[in-house]
């Protein structure tokens, strides 16, 4: 059965960074497509970013761009979520989805339209940007 953990959340001063995981257990991860999703308070879950597992194609929302980059590492069965310039507004809990590459048409179908049904989820992990 596979198994997600994120860590890394915690709380930060707008302008500052944070750096999230997400380690996959149970299987290999080169074999799944990862997204970054958020829940804020009181909002619905936002896909924050994707990451295909075939060619590496990337997907963001526009409130992150430029500011986040999510990243893989299959030797590790980790992906990351390298977080800066962080704002108020990015508080959130913060959870990761692998989903079997052949069950996702595009990572940016994958964030934009997620939950996927043949997704897997971790806990979450929560990030607080305030001063």
């Known amino acids: 059965q596979l198994r997600l953990v994120e860590s890394g959340g915690g709380l930060v001063q707008p302008g500052g960074s944070l750096r999230l995981s997400c380690t996959v257990s149970?299987?290999?991860?080169?074999?799944?497509?990862i997204g970054w999703f958020r829940r804020a308070p009181g909002k619905e879950r936002e896909g924050v970013s994707c990451?295909?597992?075939?060619?590496?194609?990337?997907y963001y929302v526009d409130s992150v761009k430029g500011r986040f980059t999510i990243s893989r590492d299959n030797a590790k069965n980790t992906v990351y979520l390298q977080m800066n310039s962080l704002k108020e507004e990015d508080t959130a809990v913060y959870y990761c989805?692998?989903?079997?590459?052949?069950?996702?048409?595009?990572?940016?179908?994958?964030?934009?339209?997620?939950?996927?049904?043949?997704?897997?989820w971790g806990q979450g992990t929560q990030v607080t940007v305030s001063s």
């Open positions: 989805e692998a989903v079997p590459s052949h069950k996702v048409t595009t990572v940016q179908h994958m964030c934009v339209y997620g939950p996927n049904p043949f997704g897997s």
């Open positions: 149970g299987d290999t991860l080169d074999y799944y497509d």
């Open positions: 990451v295909s597992s075939y060619d590496g194609r990337t």
